[in-house]
């Protein structure tokens, strides 16, 4: 039997033990607890003889990290979602039943105390118990406090106990929650309206991407979970709401990467009357705001390189990003074979039907994407990979369009919308018939979309925005399933020791 095995096992003996002596495991009449973070914030500044004068009594829970038991006294670390906090028992204070029912506790038991603060010898804030009682039993012991979960797959799989033991991770989720808050807060003071669009559509559309398929019983229809809300929320603006945005989640049947979960959280928004330049100028300003707020400054770090996100950002076309940054001559960037050879030299896989638009993205991704650390908007994408997006006036062969790129990674997509129905109809028929085997591109075109369109759709900007990417950015994570609190993991048989 393993050493983990053999601590469950007298941990669950221990648990009926105390059961047969009338101690409820799991009760469910707790006095609510006080805030360990307001508790700190409002005394830890006080001396010994102010904490004396308070004449108060504190009740706080939390979960035992550490635990030093001695003959007559004892002391713990408890520990809930908002800090950490210790705690001292004495025979004398507790009385002898209670102190022995406490030397029965275990690190991992969550407890609930109520007593006066105090100083230590050691001048450490801690609350004087007078009153303890168990709130939750645990069966299984925590990690060893100073190796923690070190293999990752398993910090992933049990989140629960990675949110116990590592405070950086917590922080992450916390400022993941303000991150969320304050997208939801600007766009509200903005003038959007939040609305909620179908996650599962009949027809895939709004983006280019492999979905999953389901299918609806009473129905009897086959539907897709959606990958991307954008045909929906165009609907809205013919509709006649002139601001609407969707913080939601997208479902894509893709490989999973460090950048790259099937299931990513995406806010929409699109609006009425402004063109794809007005978003430049308010992602400018979003992405500025949420850094200061989160991170304190426009400079932050990450993993090791200083980014300033200080509006104005730089802007290039992707044509000339691939003249300046992926060093392709220019007049090579109408010569497929030479493209061809270049993606085929560099391992880059393709099918040898794609659009001359689609080798400059692969080249793009291959050559550009990995050195736009700074903040760069990257504008005018050719046509024949925007199927959604405005045609620009002065060269049609182009669309008025950007993607944002943060340390060699997009973050946002936006262009002005197409309004056209005709246009529109006509791109969707060009892009079903060329599909070929690109299980990308949706196979049918969605007619009631062209339809609203026909209704009529106001001039109209829109823009996704990566959450999970914006997320990694900001708290400096490495991997997308670090700003996932549950990410999509292969499943794996858990054997339970009992």
């Not at 992405?287 to 991170?295: L, P, Q, R, Y």
Request: proline share 5%.
């Amino acid at each position: 039997m393993s050493k983990e095995s053999q601590v469950i096992k007298q941990r669950r003996k221990k648990a009926e033990e105390m059961e047969q002596a009338g101690i409820n495991l799991f009760p469910n009449d707790i006095p609510r607890p006080q805030n360990i973070a307001k508790i700190l914030s409002e005394h830890e500044g006080k001396d010994k003889a102010a904490l004396e004068n308070l004449g108060q009594e504190f009740m706080v829970a939390g979960r035992i990290m550490a635990l030093r038991k001695f003959g007559k006294v004892s002391f713990c670390h408890i520990q809930d979602s908002t800090g950490r906090l210790q705690v001292y028992f004495a025979r004398d204070t507790l009385g002898e039943d209670k102190y022995k029912e406490f030397k029965k506790f275990d690190i991992g038991d969550i407890i609930w105390v109520k007593g006066p603060l105090f100083r230590t010898k050691t001048d450490e804030l801690t609350v004087m118990a007078k009153e303890i009682r168990l709130v939750t039993k645990s069966f299984k012991p925590l990690p060893e406090k100073y190796h923690g979960i070190t293999d990752k797959e398993l910090r992933y799989r049990q989140r629960y106990v990675d949110l116990v033991m590592n405070e950086d991770v917590r922080t992450t989720f916390m400022k993941r929650s303000r991150i969320i808050h304050l997208l939801r807060k600007y766009f509200i003071s903005e003038g959007f309206i939040e609305v909620e669009t179908p996650m599962m559509q009949p027809i895939v559309g709004g983006a280019t991407a492999k979905p999953f398929k389901t299918h609806h019983n009473a129905l009897d229809i086959d539907l897709f979970l959606r990958i991307a809300p954008e045909l929906y929320l165009k609907r809205l603006l013919v509709g006649g709401y002139d601001k609407v945005f969707e913080l939601n989640r997208n479902f894509r049947n893709e490989g999973i990467s460090i950048q790259h979960n099937p299931e990513f959280t995406m806010l929409e928004f699109y609006e009425a009357y402004a063109t794809y330049e007005d978003l430049m100028e308010r992602t400018e300003q979003l992405f500025a705001m949420i850094a200061e707020d989160v991170c304190g400054s426009t400079t932050i770090e990450y993993q090791g390189q200083e980014v300033n996100l200080a509006p104005p950002w730089k802007r290039m076309t992707l044509e000339e990003s691939l003249i300046e940054v992926g060093c392709i001559p220019a007049d090579e960037l109408r010569d497929r074979d030479a493209l061809k050879k270049r993606l085929e030299d560099a391992g880059v896989p393709l099918s040898g039907d794609e659009v001359l638009g689609k080798y400059w993205t692969k080249l793009f991704d291959h050559l550009v994407e990995p050195n736009l650390i700074q903040p760069t908007f990257i504008t005018q994408y050719p046509t024949d990979v925007s199927p959604l997006a405005r045609r620009n006036r002065e060269n049609p062969e182009v669309t008025d369009r950007f993607e944002l790129f943060i340390t060699g990674r997009e973050i946002a997509n936006a262009f002005s919308e197409l309004n056209d129905p005709r246009d529109q109809a006509a791109r969707f028929e060009e892009q079903v018939a060329n599909r070929g085997d690109d299980e990308e591109i949706p196979p049918e075109i969605d007619w009631d979309y062209v339809n609203a369109l026909e209704i009529g759709m106001p001039p109209a900007a829109g823009e996704g925005i990566g959450v999970d990417r914006l997320v990694m950015l900001l708290t400096d994570s490495a991997s997308i399933r670090d700003v996932i609190l549950f990410p999509q993991m292969r499943p794996e048989h858990i054997r339970r020791e009992r």
